[in-house]
């Protein structure tokens, strides 16, 4: 019993941990690009824009991870709640997944999936992909478990 107390506390303090750092390193780099830039160009604007809401995106999924962690400590974790959590995590994944594919479409950098002259998809999307499904398969997963415990509620 204890090892899971311990465990949550972890879980919480690394997520607080990670939000603070994201979220400072957003503000830090978006300044910093926007100072740096002489002028204002599109380019410039565009990743700053990228950074904002891929970080943003972060955030949410680190904000939400907080949320189910909470549940499990008040050990309340069969919620619906937290089948849209999983859900609204897996969109960001998703998200998150094609803003980066957008950003590096001219780059030629890493492992290419498919090249094509100034189109370029590279594997790491494939990491985004099952990631995303791993959150909308765990969604599931509790969807069902709360379904099967709101029935044996019923026969008891």
Same mark, same amino acid.
Request: net charge positive; aromatic share 10%; glycine share 4%.
């Given at each position: ?13 690394? #997520?607080? $941990?990670? /939000? *603070?750092?994201? /979220? #400072?390193?957003?503000? /830090? ?6 100072? =740096? ?7 410039? #604007? /565009? ?6 809401? *891929? !970080?943003?995106?972060? *955030? ?12 499990? =400590? ?37 492992? *290419?999936?498919? !090249? ?7 594997? =790491? ?6 990631? !995303? ?14 379904? $099967? ?8």
């Amino acid at each position: 019993m204890k090892s899971k107390k311990n465990i949550t506390k972890v879980l919480k303090t690394t #997520i607080d $941990i990670s /939000f *603070l750092l994201i /979220f #400072i390193t957003i503000l /830090f780099l978006s300044v910093e690009s926007y100072k =740096e830039s002489n002028a204002v160009n599109s380019i410039s #604007i /565009f990743h700053i824009i990228f950074r904002l809401i *891929l !970080g943003g995106t972060v *955030l949410y999924i680190l904000y939400s991870l907080k949320r189910i962690v909470l549940t499990i =400590e008040d050990k309340k974790p069969f919620d619906y709640k937290n089948v849209k959590r999983f859900n609204n995590i897996a969109k960001s994944i998703f998200l998150f997944g094609l803003i980066q594919s957008i950003n590096k479409l001219p780059s030629e950098k890493g492992f *290419l999936l498919i !090249g094509i002259s100034n189109f370029n998809i590279h594997a =790491e999307i494939l990491i985004y992909i099952i990631l !995303g499904c791993l959150a909308l398969i765990l969604g599931e997963i509790l969807k069902l478990a709360i379904e $099967i415990k709101d029935e044996n509620d019923l026969t008891i």
